[in-house]
């Protein structure tokens, strides 16, 4: 992530960091799903084209990295009612 531009995102939701890995797939290009952005993008097991966090933890770190705090914002979408419960909404 130092040699080229990066588009930097941070996703949450319900088990984020799970499902986050599968949409990306597993770390060595040629051994990930198909129809996982690693395995339908990348070939190489070192360079493989994007990054995701492995733990919460982790991604906290992270994000303290890349962002400011004043660059993070709380917000509800207004599908979240749709896809998630009021319980797992927090509310």
């Known amino acids: 992530m130092t ?3 990066i588009v930097a ?3 949450e939701g319900q088990e984020a960091v ?3 890995r599968k949409i990306v797939g597993v770390t060595k290009g040629y051994e990930a799903e198909a129809g996982s952005i690693r395995g339908d993008y990348a070939l190489s097991g070192s360079q493989n ?3 995701a966090s ?3 933890e982790n991604a906290g770190k992270e994000i303290r990295l890349i962002f400011k705090s004043e660059e993070l914002f709380e ?6 009612c749709l896809i998630y419960s009021e319980f797992e909404r927090g509310k």
């Open 9 to 11: 995102m941070v996703w």
């Open 18 to 20: 799970s499902v986050v």
């Open 49 to 51: 084209l994007i990054h």
């Open 75 to 80: 917000y509800d979408t207004a599908e979240a």
């Open 54 to 56: 492995d733990s919460t």
């Open 3 to 5: 040699w080229t531009p």
